[in-house]
């Protein structure tokens, strides 16, 4: 009895939570894959457009299938979508490529160092980091002067 109870109170936690139907409730809290299961709640949490369990499902297949998400590098986990076109591996492995893919994701992952950027200004930091469209405006005032 009180498996029935917790199965109960999770299926209301579910309902309540995600704003969802009984049978969409049941059929997550069914869902056989852990994995999937919390990312089926992502989803109906935080897409608009996903409302209920098929349609959250039919995405996650969607995001499966779509080979930009595919392994690229068992290694560095990057997916064909995150290829580098500027280095020969193409992937997170390749350490000594200073392409932008690879300054992108560093940024994105935090396994980013700003003394690695070669492109900003070393004084005020502008054009590096995550800002790399800044001007520089160390050097204005002696551009004033000159004129």
């Known amino acids: 009895m009180p498996k029935n109870h917790a199965r109960k109170s999770a299926l209301a936690d579910l309902k309540d939570e995600l704003g969802i139907k009984h049978a969409c409730a049941i059929a997550l809290l069914d869902h056989p894959d852990a994995d999937e299961r919390e990312t089926l709640e992502r989803y109906l949490a935080e897409y608009m457009d996903i409302n209920t369990y098929r ?41 000594e490529c200073s392409g932008w893919r690879h300054e992108e994701m560093r940024a994105a992952t935090g396994d980013y160092d700003e003394d690695d950027n070669s492109y900003g200004c070393q004084e005020c930091g502008a054009g590096s980091g995550g800002d790399p469209y800044g001007e520089c405006c160390c050097y204005e005032d002696d551009e004033v002067e000159a004129a």
């Open 55 to 95: 349609e959250a499902v039919d995405y996650l297949r969607q995001e499966q299938n779509d080979p930009r998400n595919q392994l690229l590098c068992d290694r560095c986990g990057w997916t064909n979508g995150m290829v580098c076109p500027e280095c020969s591996k193409g992937c997170g492995c390749e350490y």
